[in-house]
């Protein structure tokens, strides 16, 4: 997400940006009109008004046009647990994430008919549905380095990995749990409320499991 403090990006950086969020954009469009299989990176070109090869210079497969934010995702998970309190474990400070992502409506916690609509999307796509499983799985070994690291342990701790495990398993049930939520009441805060209650209580799970290990 971007800082507001920050410096602007130099011209060269914000029209890449530009043209990346254009891409994404048209891309969306198409996939939600027509399905994910039934649109051409071609037609995704020039509803973006740019060429193939640009295509791909931002995005090195289609499905990637999809899963945009994924690895912003991943630096968020990475940047809260480099920046822990030490006196805060490291599962309580993904739970207090998830809570602070709630609260600033981060675009990965955001249940409303855009983000049901993008859900559906992925829903209908065999491919991409593999790819969302592909990303859970990649995700799962940087949270696993990351909480390593966070206490000072090898990445190939067992404990990191249990800890992974059941942290992905808890944020994964309440994603899906708050999505059926908003797509059965249509109510964005208590969509966000079923979302955060499954993940306190898997945090607690976690924190019972993981008793006696530094992540706890």
Request: charged share 30%; aromatic share 6%; proline share 5%.
């Amino acid at each position: 997400m971007t800082d507001p403090t920050s410096p602007p990006a130099d011209r060269r950086t914000r029209k890449r940006l530009a043209t990346r969020q254009a891409i994404s954009l048209a891309a969306d469009r198409l996939f939600r009109a027509r399905g994910f299989e039934h649109v051409t990176v071609d037609e995704i070109a020039e509803a973006a008004d740019v060429g193939r090869m640009t295509v791909f210079n931002h995005f090195a497969r289609k499905e990637d046009m999809v899963f945009d934010r994924d690895e912003e995702g991943r630096e968020i998970l990475r940047d809260a647990l480099r920046a822990r309190d030490p006196g805060v474990s490291p599962i309580e400070t993904l739970r207090r994430r998830a809570h602070r992502l709630v609260a600033e409506q981060a675009p990965f916690v955001r249940f409303s008919d855009a983000s049901r609509a993008f859900v559906q999307t992925v829903e209908d796509s065999e491919t991409l549905k593999a790819r969302a499983r592909a990303i859970r799985d990649e995700l799962a070994q940087v949270v696993t380095s990351a909480l390593a690291e966070s206490v000072g342990r090898d990445p190939t701790d067992p404990d990191a990995h249990l800890a992974a495990g059941l942290l992905l398993a808890t944020w994964t049930v309440a994603f899906v749990q708050g999505h059926l939520t908003f797509r059965t009441m249509r109510n964005p805060e208590t969509a966000e409320a079923t979302f955060l209650a499954l993940v306190d209580k898997g945090a607690k799970g976690a924190e019972a499991a993981m008793a006696g290990t530094p992540y706890a």
